[in-house]
């Protein structure tokens, strides 16, 4: 770790009390719980969930099923997020973006916080496990637990392998829902693991770039902090790179067809390309900003273009 960063040991993080008052007849409402689960997020993931689910029921669905199957995975997602605020309400204090949540500027209690949070996972947990199914159920847990304890109390202070290994909990909902409609671990579930994995560390990067000051200024060992703006760039490569061969296995394994196939192509090579323009760039928070963009709109294609490019059976 760089000598230069100080961090609060997870310990000393969820004890912390760097809560400011809320401004004298401000209290919280329903949108300040509902902000603290990430909602973005939460939709974002929820897409994933859906197409890793209709992935593998080739389009004869079971709806009651893939309903309860994304209650209990919205459910698991906000209690991760929730808890995230809670055991982050030191450094959110720092940055521009998060001082302003409602548990920083003391609308909320770190009690009511930790209580909702647990509240979230258990219910969340208990659907799962009651209607999805035990694989469905244990991804849950896995999930949870990366984001929760490995990303959130010790790598996010401590490594710039917190994008890297926190990924592993972005690409949960997918591999959720697709056990939940399978019942199985194929090379369909690595194939959207793969997906959703691989494409987390560059989105997050690009992110980082552009806020690099920020995030440094908070504290955060992220890559750009840590190694500088270059090397981030050559480590977004190797992940862009390895998304190219995913739709091609899927057709091959006749997951989706031919449509799915092109434009997944086109969009990897076409993000591939943007991100090596960053070596010539001379405007890194700009290029940043551009690659970001195209990240979002790179899943939310991708992920449409699966569902409606599932093979029949």
Same mark, same amino acid.
């Given at each position: 770790?760089?000598k230069?960063?100080?961090?609060?040991s997870p310990?000393?993080?969820?004890?912390l009390?760097?809560?400011?008052?809320?401004?004298?007849g401000?209290?919280?409402?329903?949108?300040?719980?509902?902000?603290?689960?990430k909602?973005?997020?939460?939709?974002?993931?929820?897409?994933?969930?859906?197409?890793g689910?209709?992935?593998?029921?080739?389009?004869?669905?079971?709806?009651g099923k893939?309903?309860?199957?994304l209650?209990?995975?919205?459910?698991v997602m906000?209690s991760s997020?929730?808890?995230?605020?809670?055991?982050?309400?030191?450094?959110d204090?720092?940055?521009?973006?998060t001082?302003?949540?409602?548990l920083?500027?003391?609308?909320?209690?770190p009690? $009511?916080?930790? *209580?909702?949070?647990?509240a979230?996972g +258990?219910?969340?947990? =208990?659907v #799962? /496990?009651?209607?999805s199914?035990?694989?469905?159920?244990?991804?849950g847990?896995?999930?949870m637990f990366?984001?929760?304890?490995?990303?959130?109390?010790?790598?996010?202070?401590t490594?710039?392998?917190?994008?890297?290994?926190?990924?592993?909990?972005?690409?949960?909902?997918?591999?959720?829902?697709?056990?939940?409609?399978?019942?199985?671990?194929?090379m369909g579930a690595?194939?959207?693991?793969?997906?959703?994995?691989?494409?987390q560390?560059?989105?997050?990067w690009?992110?980082?770039i552009?806020?690099?000051?920020?995030?440094?200024?908070?504290?955060?060992?992220?890559?750009?902090?840590?190694?500088?703006?270059?090397?981030?760039?050559?480590?977004?490569?190797?992940?862009?790179?390895l998304?190219?061969?995913?739709?091609v296995?899927?057709?091959l394994?006749?997951? $989706?067809?031919? *449509?799915?196939?092109?434009?997944?192509? +086109?969009?990897?090579? =076409?993000? #591939? /390309?943007?991100?090596?323009k960053?070596?010539?760039?001379?405007?890194?928070?700009?290029w940043?900003?551009?690659v970001?963009?195209?990240?979002?709109?790179?899943?939310t294609?991708?992920l449409?273009?699966?569902?409606l490019?599932?093979?029949?059976?």
């Amino acid at each position: 770790m760089d000598k230069q960063f100080s961090y609060h040991s997870p310990a000393e993080s969820a004890t912390l009390s760097s809560v400011r008052p809320s401004p004298p007849g401000e209290s919280a409402t329903w949108k300040d719980f509902v902000a603290l689960t990430k909602p973005g997020i939460l939709r974002s993931n929820l897409i994933a969930a859906f197409a890793g689910f209709w992935l593998a029921s080739h389009w004869d669905l079971q709806y009651g099923k893939l309903i309860l199957t994304l209650i209990g995975t919205v459910l698991v997602m906000a209690s991760s997020c929730v808890f995230n605020n809670y055991f982050d309400r030191d450094l959110d204090t720092k940055m521009a973006r998060t001082k302003n949540r409602a548990l920083p500027v003391g609308k909320l209690s770190p009690k $009511t916080v930790l *209580w909702y949070a647990v509240a979230l996972g +258990i219910i969340g947990l =208990a659907v #799962l /496990f009651a209607f999805s199914g035990p694989l469905a159920g244990v991804f849950g847990v896995v999930g949870m637990f990366v984001y929760v304890v490995v990303y959130t109390l010790w790598l996010k202070r401590t490594s710039t392998w917190s994008t890297s290994v926190g990924a592993i909990s972005g690409a949960m909902p997918p591999l959720i829902g697709y056990v939940a409609a399978s019942g199985n671990i194929d090379m369909g579930a690595w194939l959207i693991f793969a997906l959703l994995f691989l494409w987390q560390p560059p989105h997050f990067w690009a992110l980082g770039i552009r806020r690099v000051e920020e995030y440094r200024a908070a504290g955060f060992p992220l890559l750009p902090v840590v190694k500088g703006i270059p090397r981030t760039k050559i480590q977004m490569i190797p992940y862009i790179v390895l998304l190219i061969p995913i739709p091609v296995l899927m057709y091959l394994y006749d997951y $989706t067809g031919i *449509w799915f196939l092109i434009i997944g192509e +086109i969009l990897s090579v =076409a993000w #591939l /390309f943007m991100a090596l323009k960053g070596f010539r760039s001379t405007d890194d928070e700009g290029w940043a900003k551009k690659v970001f963009l195209f990240s979002v709109n790179y899943l939310t294609i991708a992920l449409i273009v699966m569902i409606l490019d599932t093979v029949w059976l």
